[in-house]
């Protein structure tokens, strides 16, 4: 098997995986979200931990990074409360259609805060999917889905504020499992002053569906981890959108809940303006002077 198809083969099994995470995380019922990120955090600890421990290499970062791995780990606790929170009250689709926002938010604080060039068929590709976005969110203060999908947006801000952290951190040399492990650790500490003032007690299944959460995490984890390596982002990052199409499943055969024909309209432009993204980025346009 080639190697690019070998990427497309690990990058659709870590959607399948996150999307599947995202519904055990929904089967878990009635539990806060903080209290869910735990679980879900503690898995990917450990995971990571194995992987650091079997390479040989330990827990060891550079100290000049780490304001960098606090920054990305505040981001993406953040990025993980508001995502559960939208998966617990929004379609599933639509949740993780927000949280699939974060690459487009990776464009801009890239291009903001290291300095990366954007070309103007770029720009005009993220304001298109934020455009998208609005017919998910559906902005009346009297729809009931409107909060919990302004805070499924916040999620898919923080998750590309954190990537661009990580994209950061990879050029300084930090290792991915490194980075994780951090991040899982400090996402977990963050959870505990919640859980003492805040727990809630739940059954033997509830408990079950958050550690199905977290293994369904980490295959999603060591499946992109493994697409990166077999092939560049630009050429395979369209083919992770199938989490949509995981998700949509999902919503439709366990929770009989059904996109409205706005949010499908949505899909409709985020998914399309990244794949003429996918196709910008592969060079099959003529490219643009960059800003």
């Known amino acids: ?14 959607a ?13 019922g009635d539990l806060p979200s903080i209290e869910k990120s735990f679980f879900r955090n503690l898995v990917a600890f450990f995971c990571a931990w194995i992987m650091l421990k079997q ?12 304001p960098y791995l606090v920054l990305r780990s505040t981001l993406g606790t953040v990025g993980i409360f508001c995502n559960f929170y939208a998966v617990d009250h929004l379609v599933l689709s639509d949740a993780n259609m927000l949280n699939k926002l974060s690459p487009f938010f990776v464009i801009i604080f890239s291009y903001l805060f290291l300095k990366e060039k954007i ?6 590709a993220v304001i298109c999917a934020f455009l998208g976005s609005l017919l998910i969110i559906k902005p009346s203060f009297a729809s009931a889905s409107f909060f919990p999908s302004a805070i499924g947006l916040i999620g898919g801000i923080s998750a590309g504020a954190a990537y661009t952290a ?7 040399g930090e290792k991915g499992p490194v980075i994780v492990m951090f991040f ?12 003492i003032f805040g727990y809630e007690p739940m059954s033997f299944g509830q408990l079950l569906c958050l550690l199905m959460a977290g293994v369904s995490a980490a295959f999603g984890q060591f499946g992109v981890t493994a697409a ?62 960059e800003l």
């Open 184 to 195: 899982s650790g400090f996402s977990c500490l963050v959870c505990i002053p919640f859980l």
């Open 119 to 124: 070309a103007p068929f770029q720009a005009t």
């Open 228 to 289: 990166y390596r077999y092939a560049p982002a630009k050429e395979i990052s369209i083919f992770d959108y199938s989490q949509i199409l995981f998700s949509a499943l999902y919503s439709i055969f366990l929770f009989g809940d059904i996109p409205d024909k706005y949010s499908v309209f949505g899909y409709i432009i985020i998914i399309g303006m990244s794949l003429l993204n996918f196709l910008y980025n592969n060079g099959m346009f003529q490219k643009e002077k």
């Open 166 to 172: 990580v994209r950061y951190l990879g050029t300084k």
């Open 1 to 14: 098997m080639r190697d690019k198809n070998k990427a497309i083969l690990c990058i659709m099994i870590s």
């Open 55 to 66: 390479s040989g290499q330990g827990f060891h970062f550079q100290k000049q990074n780490l």
């Open 16 to 28: 399948l995986g996150f999307a599947t995470m995202s519904m055990f995380v929904k089967l878990a």
